[in-house]
């Protein structure tokens, strides 16, 4: 029975049951994925999030499905279309969560970059998502569709689609996915160790948040997917810090 069907004691009551091929550590955007593919591959599964599902970074996005435009300009033409990608699948396979968003790129003289480059960098976009979906929109359009943009020397803007989502509820739906293919989420289950032997994570410790509990778990493979609080959880093991903060 899949971990959508059990109740949270229920789940509490096996954790110790027996070895599970893949523990994940963290409840956003990026755990909830590893849990769904390992599940969607047959694995026992086991998430554990501290806090609620997409407590952290996956539910203060900036809520956008982008492509990699700014991949392009630096470019990167293998990470955009890789981007380019994911975005046309989330919104192919998420109608409702993902949905398109249109963005105005103001043609004003002296902005960078121009018109041109701006054009044919949305000319590669478009080739790599397969289809057009930016146009050139005329002063008197762009004042339509935009009413407060009036930069000096506003001649038009490019109007051009990427898409935007619920970070937050995604996530939920991934893990929803993840529970119907047998995974096993549970919130508020902190893990407050590595288990080592021979220099090899075997498993880990964790506490209920809620009532204090205890429980040692074995684990033939444990990701890490705590996002920024990454090094926390490895530190406690010994190892030296790998992260360096950046404002997203």
Same mark, same amino acid.
């Given at each position: 029975?899949?971990?959508? =069907?059990?109740?949270?004691?229920? !789940?509490?009551?096996?954790?110790? *049951?027996?070895?599970? $091929? ?8 990026? &755990?909830?994925?590893? !849990?769904?593919?390992? *599940? ?8 554990? +999030? ?9 539910? #203060? ?6 492509? &990699? /435009? ?5 470019? $990167? ?8 990608? +994911? ?19 103001? $043609? %004003? ?5 121009? #018109?041109? /480059? ?9 080739? =790599? ?15 339509? /569709? ?10 038009? *803007?490019?109007?051009?689609? $990427? ?14 996915? *993840?529970?119907l293919l047998g995974a096993t989420t549970l919130n508020y289950v902190a893990a407050s160790g590595l288990r080592l032997e021979h220099g090899r994570t075997t498993g880990l410790d964790l506490q209920d948040?809620?009532?204090?509990? @205890? ?5 033939? %493979?444990?990701?890490?997917? @705590? ?15 790998? /992260?360096?903060?950046? #404002?997203?």
């Amino acid at each position: 029975m899949g971990g959508f =069907m059990t109740s949270r004691a229920e !789940a509490l009551a096996r954790l110790e *049951a027996h070895e599970w $091929d893949l523990v994940v550590i963290g409840g956003g955007i990026s &755990g909830a994925g590893v !849990a769904q593919q390992a *599940a969607r591959q047959g694995w026992s599964v086991l998430l554990v +999030e501290q806090r609620d599902f997409a407590w952290g970074t996956s539910s #203060r996005s900036s809520k956008l499905v982008h492509g &990699g /435009l700014r991949y392009l300009k630096e470019g $990167d033409l293998k990470t955009t279309l890789h981007s380019v990608r +994911e975005r046309n699948r989330l919104l192919r396979e998420a109608p409702g969560l993902v949905e398109p968003q249109s963005f105005l790129f103001a $043609d %004003c003289p002296g902005r960078k970059p121009g #018109r041109w /480059l701006m054009q044919t960098g949305l000319v590669v976009y478009d080739l =790599m998502a397969g289809k057009r979906s930016h146009f050139h929109a005329d002063l008197a359009t762009t004042q339509a /569709l935009a009413p407060g943009l009036a930069p000096p020397g506003l001649r038009g *803007a490019l109007v051009f689609q $990427d898409a935007k989502t619920d970070d937050a509820r995604l996530v939920l739906r991934v893990l929803q996915e *993840a529970r119907l293919l047998g995974a096993t989420t549970l919130n508020y289950v902190a893990a407050s160790g590595l288990r080592l032997e021979h220099g090899r994570t075997t498993g880990l410790d964790l506490q209920d948040t809620l009532d204090g509990k @205890t429980y040692g778990v074995r684990a033939r %493979c444990v990701v890490n997917a @705590t996002g920024a609080w990454a090094d926390r959880l490895r530190a406690g093991a010994g190892s030296k810090p790998l /992260l360096r903060p950046l #404002r997203g």
